[in-house]
């Protein structure tokens, strides 16, 4: 039995060393708070116009920010 605690732990910490789960949270709250995903999410109506306050986040800026904030978690190890 003991094997598998072992097992559990090792990756507890595998996954705390490398920060995956603060990974985890950040991507799911930029997919959940992003103004396009309301639509998708069924969030909002489908008639509700939202506003173009020229900051819309088109693909490449997210991938941008996505790879920017990546960048930056990875570059503590």
């Not at 995956?20 to 109506?45: N, W």
């Amino acid at each position: 039995m003991e094997a598998g605690g072992s097992r559990e732990r090792e990756a507890r910490n595998y996954l705390e060393k490398h920060r995956i789960m603060e990974l985890l949270k950040y991507l799911t709250s930029v997919l959940l708070f992003i103004r396009p995903a309301l639509k998708t999410l069924g969030l909002c109506p489908a008639d509700e116009v939202l506003k173009d306050d020229g900051h819309a986040i088109t693909l490449d800026k997210f991938k941008s920010e996505v790879n920017k904030r990546t960048q930056e978690i990875w570059s503590a190890f």
